[in-house]
Structures are given as C-alpha cells and as structure tokens.
C-alpha cells in the first residue's frame, strides 16, 4: 500500500469518473431544475413547467410534500401549490433527493456494506443536518442541509463501482483495525470518498454549498470562512450518526464533535443531545418518504 501524490490522486479521480455508468450523470428533468434555482430571474412557473412534465417526478414531489417528515397542515394537491408553499429551493431539494435515491441500489460487496446501508447513513446524516439547522441561526434553509447531508458519501458510490474489490478490502481493513477510514482509502485506493464526492458533484454542476459538503465534511476546517459552518453542520451530523450505527458508519465512527465546532453552528451540547434523541423517530418518518 503506497499514498498517492496530490496530483496521483486527482488522476485517480477524473479515470474512474470518466468510467462511471448512470452514476456519473444526472436525470435530465433534475440538471435543468438545478439550472431554473441557480438562476435568479426564474420563476415559479419555471419551475413547474419543467416538472409537470415529469408524471414520476411530479408524483414523488406530491409524496414527500404531504409526508409526516414535511408535516404541513392539510394535503396539497399540485405541484404549483407546493412550490408557492414551499419555494423554489424547497422543491428544488425534494427533486434531487428523489433523483438521488435511485443510485443506492445493489447489493452486498462486503460483510460490512450494502448501498442500502449507505443510503440509511445519508439519510440519516440529511435528518440530523435539518434537525440541527432548525435549532441554529445559521442562514441556510433546513432543506438546503438535508441534501447537504443526503449526498455527503456520493463518493462512495463511485467507489463501489470503480474499485470494488478495493473498496471490500478498504471496509475490510477498518473492520479488523479500525482507524482512519480516509487513511485507508488513500492507502488501499489511491483516493478517498471525499475526493471522488467533489469531483462527481462538480460534474454534476451542483451548487458550491453542495460540493463543499461531499468535498469537506471530514475537514470543514478547510473551507473558506462562508461554508465552513455548513461544512461543520455536516460534519457533527456524519459523526453523530456513525457513533449512533445508523447505516454504514464506518467513516466516521471516531470522529469527534469539539465545543468549537458546535459554537461554530450556534448549539449547546444539550441541544445536540436532543438532536440525538429526536433522529430516530425524524429518519423513520424520512425513510417512509424517499425510498430507493
């Protein structure tokens, strides 16, 4: 096992994405609703001709609208209705979670992962980021830092399929020796799940605050000073889930939540405590939602 230079590392990257199947682009009707947020003079109606013309999208939108985990008063019954109810940005995340989903489907490559396990962790850590951002002033919506959390491990999807063996043997490793999940990925694979994550998401075009977050959730510190919070928000979710086994939690299982990172996001360890105590019943209500 050898480490790999910066620049060994980035070549590593860009050959497995470029080798990636459906993993590497995104459905159509989801590319253009990122374009119609990320473009101030769009409107509503923009939005909604884009969907309305998606039955499959149109209908998961309506689903997760009027689920407990939303748990808005009375049903809505249009897509028109949930986006001035909710927003562009809202719908906008309900969008890419419910492309997102598709991806975790496959089935065991170790005795320690599925993508169904995977895909409960990222639910998970998405859970913990809206619960957390309820309780903080930081000013990035509750739904902005579900998908944040949502897609934090996309890279790890791009794992199982580049390198499968190496990424049994990565899991392997961990499960007989724990340590640093990152370490072992950068010795066994060249890269790791953070670096695999910046670059799909990129290819994606997905906002700045979304690849910060696949691309820096183990080292917030890193990030410029405007998303770092997220980037802590994110982090202290992923640790809080992995020390709670929720899912594949093997990344971040000896993560550590500091006073500074909480001071960081505005909330006292009483109300990561309650945040803790609250996830349970927040992801089942989540997982009767979105569904892969």
Known sequence: ???????????????????????????????????????????????????????????????????????????????????????????????IATSIARLFKGGRISEGFTATDLWRHSLAVGVACRLLAKKTHYPVQPDELFVAGLIHDMGILVERQAFPEKLTEVITAYSKQGGDFLELENAIIGANHQQFGGGLTTR???????????????????????LQKLG????????????????????????????AML???????????ETRAELPDQLADAEGTLTV
């Open 1 to 95: 096992m050898t480490v790999q230079t910066a620049d060994q590392s980035k070549q590593i990257v860009e050959k497995a994405l470029s080798g990636l199947g459906e993993i590497a682009t995104l459905p159509e009707v989801t590319v253009k609703i990122i374009e119609i947020v990320e473009d101030a003079r769009s409107t509503a109606r923009d939005l909604h001709e884009v969907i309305k013309h998606d039955p499959a999208l149109s209908a998961k939108v309506l689903k997760v609208v009027n689920s407990a985990f939303y748990g808005l008063p009375g049903q809505i019954a249009s897509v028109d209705r949930a986006i001035i109810l909710l927003g562009l940005s809202a719908v906008k995340n309900i969008a």
């Open 263 to 273: 001071e960081d996001i505005g909330i006292s360890r009483e109300q990561l405590d």
């Open 204 to 226: 994606w075009k997905f906002p700045r605050h979304l690849r910060a977050a696949c691309g820096f959730h183990h080292n917030p510190d890193a990030l410029s000073a405007e």
């Open 232 to 259: 802590n928000v994110v982090k202290i979710a992923d640790v809080l889930c992995c020390q709670e086994k929720l899912g594949f939690f093997y990344t971040h299982e000896n993560g550590q939540i500091t006073d």
